[in-house]
């Protein structure tokens, strides 16, 4: 492919239908999904669930002397693409570079859709730490090291969302978008963390009958 995709999720109203300059796609993923929550999952070691209160806001546990290391095996930012609400565009540059051509226009709900691992696929017991965020994108794009594993050309069929349970959810979760099995990455252009955050302390047992049992969750705040 001789020019990279840029895609743009928004509502389908706010998504250029021809051409467009960088700006003008900036301008309408503004519009699209403007929050997101922060998700960091640690193993658990030896914490009890009264020790959560005394965890911090800012999602990130020091090593402590005489405490068993608690290992982080998830750091991500997941925005809220929200599938029944936005729709997404496809634009490539031509001969001008600053112009973008639309390839494709639809309601995100249409794409394929893929479940994934995200959290823990192993048993254990863990620390979920989630902290909500109000942000806004850049269009995004597949990173420049995967751009050779790209079709040749555009396929809608190669667009996917992705689904996955998230630490001690128990509901699927749309935690992004591959394109030709790549994932596309959205930069932050803004983000705002709200003052709460939420640790959590779960079990995951893949022979009980419930393989997923939440043992305590606290809230935590910033002067906490």
């Known amino acids: 492919m001789d020019h990279s995709l840029v895609f743009v999720v928004a509502p389908a109203a706010c998504l250029p239908e021809a ?5 003008e796609l900036a301008v309408a993923q503004r519009q699209g999904p403007a929050g997101a929550f922060g998700l ?5 070691a030896t914490t009890a669930a009264g020790d959560l209160a005394n965890l911090p806001w800012i999602g990130q546990l020091e090593p402590a002397a005489g405490v068993p290391t ?3 095996i998830c750091d991500a930012v997941i925005p809220q693409f929200d599938p029944r609400s936005n729709a997404i565009g496809v634009y490539q540059s031509g001969a001008d570079p600053n112009l973008f051509h ?5 309601e995100l709900s249409e794409a394929s859709n893929e479940t994934c691992w995200f959290y823990p696929t192993h048993d254990g017991t863990f620390l979920s730490w989630e902290r909500a965020l109000a942000i806004a994108l850049e269009p995004g794009m597949v990173p420049t090291d995967a751009q050779s594993l790209l079709p040749g050309s555009y396929e809608r069929n190669q667009l996917t969302l992705l689904w996955s349970l998230l630490a001690d959810d128990v509901s699927l979760t749309c935690v992004g978008l591959t394109y030709g099995g790549q994932r596309i990455e959205w930069p932050q252009a803004q983000s705002e963390p709200e003052p709460v955050a939420t640790w959590s302390l779960f079990t995951v047992d893949t022979q009980a009958d419930v393989s997923l049992t939440v043992e305590a969750a606290q809230s935590v705040f910033p002067n906490a």
Request: net charge positive.
């Open 19 to 23: 051409k467009a300059t960088w700006e």
């Open 40 to 44: 960091r999952i640690y193993t658990a």
């Open 70 to 72: 608690r290992r982080c």
């Open 102 to 106: 639309c390839l494709d226009r639809f």
